[in-house]
């Protein structure tokens, strides 16, 4: 069974598509973006937090305002906290180098 994995920012226009985009390929992975902001392209959902095993926040404040907005459909899930700003665009060869490094713990062995 694929380890799913739902990566979060503010608008899901940059660092979190990246990201989804960046391991969709990754053998026993499977993924998905959203955004925690309103006027997220793909808003973060009850759906999407219960299809996950891990979430995958770019910044404390997105962890912040998970739990405020969806703190029940959070029991016994794990959310990780990247530390990446929001410094880059989409498909930033920095910000895929960044997540290649931050992510290797937490994906399955190639």
């Not at 598509?17 to 392209?41: I, K, M, R, Y």
């Not at 906290?81 to 880059?88: K, N, S, V």
């Not at 930033?92 to 960044?98: E, F, G, N, Q």
Request: net charge positive; hydrophobic share 45%; with cysteine.
């Amino acid at each position: 069974m694929p380890l799913k994995l739902l990566f979060i920012c503010a608008k899901n226009r940059l660092r979190s598509p990246t990201a989804e985009q960046l391991f969709a390929d990754w053998p026993g992975v499977e993924t998905a973006s959203a955004g925690v902001n309103h006027d997220a392209d793909t808003p973060v959902c009850p759906e999407l937090l219960a299809w996950a095993d891990l979430v995958l926040v770019m910044q404390r404040v997105h962890r912040s305002k998970l739990a405020s907005k969806f703190k029940a459909h959070l029991t016994n899930k794990r959310v990780v906290c990247l530390d990446i700003p929001d410094d880059y665009e989409f498909m930033d060869p920095a910000l895929i180098a960044l997540l290649n490094t931050k992510m290797q713990r937490f994906l399955p062995p190639r």
